[in-house]
């Protein structure tokens, strides 16, 4: 009798915890922005009753501004980490320093996207958590170089977001790492 009580406990506790999605952790304030960006931007051309040759014009704007977005990710290194560690490795600051200066620069328009992840190793709770221990420390990084803390979000993909699926050392190496990425 007592068995088949634990067994239906077993059961029923198996039943309900199911299975751990895979959603990355988003700052909300990024997406709060974009929106209050998106609707600012729409009131602006319906008040100023801009007409469709302007509104081109501005589109072709913004392709340039894209480009140049784009051209200026390239110049941010991406910040990789050691197993199960958060710390930024000294071979790295070299690279958090450059990251530093370009966001102060060119970069100065833009707001910048901390983007954690880890290797395959480890919970998908535990990963998203490490993956945003990660980019905290990169941001207090930039923080420490005099990048403003208001214009750095955050976000972890833990596990889910790899660039190396291969199952080497040297694969999940490149997987433990914090990305830069630029928002308008």
Do not use: H
């Not at 889910?160 to 433990?176: D, F, H, I, L, Y």
Request: proline share 2%; with cysteine.
């Amino acid at each position: 009798m007592k068995k088949i009580i634990i067994s239906s406990v077993a059961m029923a506790l198996l039943v309900f915890s199911g299975c751990a999605d895979k959603e990355p952790v988003v700052d909300e304030r990024v997406q709060q922005e974009v929106v209050a960006q998106e609707v600012e931007s729409v009131r602006t051309e319906v008040v100023s009753g801009e007409d469709s040759s302007i509104g081109e014009n501005s589109m072709y704007g913004s392709d340039s501004s894209e480009m140049n977005m784009a051209n200026l990710e390239k110049e941010l290194s991406t910040v990789y980490f050691d197993f199960d560690k958060f710390n930024i490795r000294s071979d790295m600051q070299d690279k958090v320093t450059n990251n530093s200066t370009v966001a102060k620069g060119t970069a100065s328009s833009y707001t910048i996207k901390l983007e954690g992840n880890c290797d395959e190793w480890g919970s998908d709770e535990y990963n998203f958590a490490l993956g945003l221990k990660r980019a905290s420390s990169v941001k207090k990084a930039l923080v420490s170089e005099g990048v403003s803390e208001t214009r750095i979000t955050m976000v972890s993909y833990g596990e889910s977001n790899p660039v190396c699926t291969e199952k080497t050392r040297e694969c999940w190496a490149q997987n433990r790492r914090v990305d830069f990425k630029l928002l308008p």
